[in-house]
């Protein structure tokens, strides 16, 4: 059965992917209010930078730790206990005043998304192998929707109720999240039980440049991160427009994402993955140079359409590079080499923006990111240049 077929509401993983939109939803709701804490709480830019940064380590730490129980048939248990454990980081924000308990109260968090992500990819690509690239790009999809709806009902409340408000929302949705995730199937086709060791991945030279595109991506999500909202204030944006910009800049994903995943499988990750972060380092280059709030935004709808394209050709990269035996293991590693990547970027940036201001910053992230694609470039496989046949990835995941 042709999943591309039937409409999204009656897609079979939709119940899945509201999963990840859901506790993108509370890890996206922050960074619209990360001006406001400068505000609240008198915090630094290069503490603002740390607050962002904890949720990539701690996401870093359970990606690699707890990934591999999936593969190991603990799918269920990871997909549970990460939104429980959601609920529990999102109320630790309600109740912070510090720089201390914001960042242990994100590292809660951290673990629960870090913790869940590669469950539910192993969940996506084991039941449909036939249609890999349209079910990761419309995870995708569900991933960016759920992390721009985040920051736009975190600033409704926000004016509605302060800044305690938000964090109480997205804790009380998690714990109803919790509920009905309790009823659902999220059984993945069983590995062989084996305990097998993470590091013999890094030797395969299509795992390699995937998280070499990896590193680049996430180097530009996490200044967008870390540093969207303050460019924004410091360009004269209000509140609102701030949470507007990250509504406009989820459409062109949501609509990209899932025919960029078929294209992606169908002539090859590596191309588009070239082209795409390519136009993200000219975009992120450009935002220096934004002398007014609706210029950056304009930028950011094209750098919206090329991370439309990049995030479902990097999954797919490591899908189709990793063994059957490891699948939840590999995308954890990708995910934790990408938010280790992040969380030193969102520290950094948040020191850089202060320190030498939104040009410098930009432009130094462009160069990483630049050298990152082409060390990809360098070791990616010939043979993922060419189409790729589905029948063959229906049989690597069957």
Known sequence: MKLRNLPILGHPLVSHFLITAVLNMGYGSIFTLLAEFRTEYGFSEGELGLVASAGFFAGFASQV??????????????????????AVGMFGMVVSSTVVAFVLARI?????????????????????????????????AFEIAGFVAGPVLGAVLFEVGGLSLPFLAMGGLNLVLFLWVMRLDLSTPPGDGEKRATAPLLRIRGIQSALLAGAAFYLAIAYFEATWALLLTDLGAENWAIGLSLSLFVLPLVVVAPRAGRLAQRIGHQSIIVWSIGATILCTALYGFATAAWVAMLISLVHAVADGFTMPANQIAVAMSSPKEQIATAQGLFSATGTLVGGVAAFLSGWLYEIEGPRTLYLLCALTMAIFLLLSMWRAEPRERAPRDTKTTEASYG
């Open 65 to 86: 730790g707890l990934a591999p129980l999936a593969d190991r048939g603990h799918t269920p248990t990871l997909i549970k206990g990460g939104v429980l454990l959601a």
């Open 108 to 140: 809660l968090f951290g673990l629960a998304t870090g913790a869940t992500s590669p469950a539910i990819r192993r969940l996506v690509i084991t039941r449909y192998p036939d249609d890999l690239g349209e079910n990761l790009g419309q995870l995708t």
